[in-house]
């Protein structure tokens, strides 16, 4: 079983210019607006910042307030284990089911600490449903074996 919830991720776009991340960023953090996750794709004319707020609805009256062209999407957050396999235990499970993950990030996590994937599915309620009810869950490593004073 997997601890998953839905969440609201906000795709902000944004024009390819020195200083465009870091107003949008600086406005976020001036509210002290957390961000769980974030990614920032590009294109020649734009760039796409997805995101994932600890407060959407403070984040949502930011972005008004920049004025910036904008997308909410329903994703599911999974919180996860930082170790190898963690992601491909929920993309097989998924996949299994037939669900199919339209695209997927990852925060980065300390090491044996926990990660946040963020997942777009085909079905999201389905995908939801299935990571609450089944799936296996990664024990951590220890990190620590083996390791006595020298």
Same mark, same amino acid.
């Given at each position: 079983?997997?601890?998953?919830?839905?969440?609201?991720?906000?795709? =902000?776009? +944004?024009?390819?210019?020195? *200083?465009? !991340? #870091?107003? &949008?960023?600086?406005? %976020?953090?001036? @509210?002290? $607006? /957390?961000?769980?996750?974030?990614?920032?794709?590009?294109?020649?004319?734009?760039?796409?910042?997805?995101?994932?707020?600890?407060?959407?609805?403070?984040?949502?009256?930011?972005?008004?307030?920049?004025?910036?062209?904008?997308?909410?999407?329903?994703?599911?957050? =999974?919180? +996860?284990?930082?170790?190898? *396999?963690? !992601? #491909?235990? &929920?993309?097989?499970? %998924?996949?299994? @089911?037939? $669900? /199919?993950?339209?695209?997927?990030?990852?925060?980065?996590?300390?090491?044996?600490?926990?990660?946040?994937?963020?997942?777009?599915?085909?079905?999201?309620?389905?995908?939801?449903?299935?990571?609450?009810?089944?799936?296996?869950?990664?024990?951590?490593?220890?990190?620590?074996?083996?390791?006595?004073?020298?």
């Amino acid at each position: 079983m997997f601890e998953a919830h839905s969440a609201i991720q906000f795709s =902000v776009f +944004l024009v390819n210019k020195p *200083g465009i !991340l #870091a107003q &949008v960023t600086r406005a %976020l953090a001036d @509210e002290k $607006i /957390n961000l769980v996750a974030m990614t920032l794709v590009d294109s020649q004319e734009h760039g796409v910042l997805r995101f994932v707020a600890e407060n959407p609805g403070a984040a949502r009256g930011v972005l008004g307030k920049l004025n910036l062209p904008m997308t909410e999407t329903e994703v599911l957050c =999974v919180d +996860l284990s930082n170790h190898p *396999g963690a !992601l #491909a235990d &929920v993309a097989t499970l %998924l996949g299994q @089911e037939h $669900i /199919n993950i339209n695209y997927a990030y990852c925060t980065s996590g300390a090491p044996g600490g926990r990660t946040t994937g963020v997942f777009k599915a085909a079905d999201q309620a389905k995908a939801q449903h299935l990571l609450l009810k089944g799936g296996k869950v990664h024990k951590e490593p220890n990190l620590h074996k083996g390791r006595g004073r020298r």
